[in-house]
């Protein structure tokens, strides 16, 4: 029997972009808040388009009327796209497995965009499900925020939020095994070592055991290729990780 594939986030979106003239980019307009250096969107996938955006020329030099699902999908600077991609069709996968408490749901990432005129921009970004029908995803919103003091290597960091965040964390960091990400519970267990606590120490601070632990420190020796946990440390300050 074939195995059934999940669909990606690329292909349950459109390049269509915001209608101003229709009445719920107005309803928006009036109630979404504004702030510097702030963009945001929302995305309707029963009407599979870009429903709500604002703030892009100040962030990514974009008229808010040019703004549509695939370009921000596509934004990404050339070494996080494919650690971004990932996320956001991992993250899709799992939001379609669940059918309570929806919009509490959400992850932020921190990446380099591509500006309209080609530079790199530092941003951190929240992608949210902003409503549901009947226990499906219907709306996400997505804030991005320009931070120009972020300093970035090779590492995408992400965290998870909402009911179950910790199944949704693990579920992403196993399928994002492959590729340079890494979570906020790894950080923070990584933190930790780097200033030489034993595993055992790092749990009993945490309130966790040892093995969850070792489960988040170990495998990032094969994600980013390193032999010990001194060079995981070092690898973790060269790109940024750790301040």
Not at 190 to 207: D, P, R
């Amino acid at each position: 029997m074939k195995k059934e594939t999940q669909p990606t986030i690329q292909s349950v979106v459109t390049e269509l972009p915001i209608d101003v003239h229709c009445e719920e980019y107005k309803h928006y307009d009036k109630i979404i808040q504004r702030f510097p250096k702030q963009a945001v969107y929302i995305y309707s996938f029963s009407e599979q388009r870009m429903v709500f955006a604002a703030g892009w020329k100040d962030v990514l030099g974009y008229e808010d009327s040019e703004i549509n699902m695939m370009l921000i999908v596509n934004s990404a600077a050339a070494q996080y796209s494919q650690s971004l991609n990932e996320l956001n069709n991992k993250a899709w996968c799992f939001l379609s497995t669940k059918t309570e408490k929806l919009e509490e749901y959400s992850f932020t990432y921190e990446i380099l965009r591509y500006h309209k005129d080609g530079s790199e921009i530092p941003v951190f970004s929240t992608v949210g499900v902003h409503k549901s029908i009947n226990g499906k995803v219907d709306q996400i919103i997505g804030i991005t925020q320009y931070v120009p003091s972020l300093k970035f290597g090779k590492v995408m960091q992400f965290a998870t939020y909402g009911p179950e965040k910790e199944e949704f964390e693990e579920s992403l960091n196993k399928e994002l095994f492959h590729h340079f990400a890494i979570s906020r519970k790894e950080k923070e267990a990584l933190q930790l070592a780097s200033k030489g606590y034993a595993f055992k120490e790092i749990a009993n601070k945490l309130g966790v055991s040892q093995s969850a632990i070792e489960k988040r420190i170990i495998p990032m020796y094969k994600r980013f290729n390193v032999k010990s946990l001194t060079h995981l440390i070092s690898f973790a300050y060269d790109n940024h990780v750790l301040p």
